[in-house]
């Protein structure tokens, strides 16, 4: 499994970006898909994720109402959609794909995700 994210730059505070990332070399829909963040001299920390189907996803506290989460599993990527960004946000972002076996929930521990993308740099200015 490959996993390939893009989307990261440098954006204003109060900006937005979209995030994405490609799997190839399995079934995408056979993963529930999360995003991870590392910050410079902290512990990767959870973002957001999305259960196989798409039903159901999850929020960090530090991000509800202003990321979404979703995924096309016809593109088999999935999307983070970032709104009213603060300086805060600026880290690196890694997509990460988790091999649940079901199909309406999805998992916070960075431990449950077997694959994970080579990280993008997002950096808000204030």
């Known amino acids: 499994v490959q996993l390939q994210a893009s989307g990261g730059g440098l954006v204003q505070a109060g900006g937005s970006l979209r995030l994405s990332c490609a799997l190839s070399?399995?079934?995408?829909?056979?993963?529930?898909m999360g995003w991870f963040r590392q910050a410079p001299g902290k512990e990767r920390e959870f973002v957001a994720a999305?259960?196989?189907?798409?039903?159901?996803?999850g929020y960090a506290d530090s991000v509800k109402g202003r990321f979404t989460i979703s995924r096309d599993n016809a593109k088999n990527t999935v999307y983070l959609q970032m709104n009213s960004l603060k300086p805060e946000d600026t880290a690196v972002y890694y997509c990460?794909?988790?091999?649940?076996?079901?199909?309406?929930?999805?998992?916070?521990?960075?431990?449950?995700?077997?694959?994970w993308g080579q990280g993008t740099l997002v950096t808000v200015s204030s």
């Open positions: 990460a794909a988790d091999p649940t076996l079901f199909r309406s929930t999805f998992r916070m521990g960075s431990y449950r995700y077997d694959y």
């Open positions: 070399g399995r079934t995408f829909s056979s993963y529930a």
């Open positions: 999305i259960s196989r189907g798409g039903g159901s996803t």
